[in-house]
């Protein structure tokens, strides 16, 4: 009988977190999340209480204990990235870090963007940034998710994965609002600000993004990959497919030059190229085949 795997998650209790989790349970894992302590891992899951952030904390909760892999769902700077090598490195044979787009921000092409763009051994990390400041972060979310990258790819002692994430779409549990966003104002007949170029990007649905995550700690394969669904969107087509819902309301489009634009309206191209994860063995769906679905689901409208 071929012996469980231990698998750390750290932090993602929620959204498709709690899907990842699910699933490595039903596969028979023996799984561990690591979390502050704010919500209980789900049933049948152990639970070690620390801040990520505090090496002493952390060390202390780990205790002897080691990981076939680790999948970290909350690193958003070097800094944080930076704790994790010196933690990990030793205690697990592969670690995951779930990255993002958004580290292609200075990326604008009109083909899909392959790992290649974004090379992380050649990123400058810059430790003395306000790493510590959440509005620093928020506002610079892919320089952080870059620079942490740069961190675990500076060495070859950790194993790792940088699995860049494509927006994620999905269920009735999504808690960023942005559909909400396109829902009130198609109901009310508010105009959607748009970039005058609005661009498409590539999404994935957010049970996907757990299958996927599942599938990269069985895996082998190391460095960045993509994980979108095959496919690209515009606003409007995002926008036809909520109408579908809303009969009575109806979707004006507003083009800026300049300022602040809606959620998934986009000057610069947000399309990633699948292909490494493909010639790795996942098998994505196509955004047109599940975005009813995943509409349906969000705005709790599903079966």
């Not at 680790?70 to 933690?87: H, K």
């Amino acid at each position: 009988m071929e012996k469980a795997r231990e698998v750390l998650v750290i932090g993602g209790n929620r959204y498709f977190g709690k899907r990842l989790i699910a699933r490595l349970l039903a596969a028979g894992d023996r799984v561990t999340v690591l979390n502050r302590g704010s919500s209980p891992p789900p049933a049948g899951a152990l639970h070690l209480v620390a801040d990520r952030d505090d090496e002493r904390s952390l060390t202390a909760a780990l205790g002897s204990r080691t990981f076939d892999a680790v999948v970290d769902q909350v690193c958003y700077t070097p800094r944080q990235a930076a704790l994790a090598r010196r933690v990990f490195t030793g205690r697990t044979r592969r670690y995951v870090m779930t990255s993002t787009v958004e580290v292609y921000a200075y990326e604008d092409s009109v083909e899909l963007v392959r790992e290649e763009a974004v090379d992380p051994r050649a990123v400058v990390v810059e430790l003395e940034l306000p790493w510590d400041d959440p509005e620093f972060v928020e506002s610079h979310y892919g320089e952080g998710k870059r620079q942490a990258e740069a961190v675990f790819a500076a060495g070859q002692d950790l194993p790792y994965v940088a699995v860049r994430v494509a927006h994620v779409l999905g269920g009735d549990d999504d808690f960023t609002g942005r559909l909400q966003h396109y829902t009130d104002r198609i109901r009310t007949g508010e105009p959607i600000t748009v970039p005058v170029v609005n661009k498409p990007a590539t999404y994935i649905h957010v049970e996907e993004i757990a299958d996927f995550l599942a599938w990269a700690v069985g895996a082998d394969f190391t460095g960045p990959v993509n994980a979108a669904s095959h496919g690209l969107l515009a606003t409007e087509e995002l926008c036809a497919a909520l109408a579908v819902h809303l009969p009575e309301g109806r979707a004006v489009f507003r083009g800026v030059e300049a300022g602040e634009v809606s959620p998934f309206s986009f000057a610069r191209s947000y399309g990633m190229d699948n292909s490494r994860a493909t010639r790795l063995g996942f098998t994505f769906g196509d955004v047109r085949q599940w975005l009813p679905k995943a509409v349906a689901e969000t705005l709790g409208k599903g079966d």
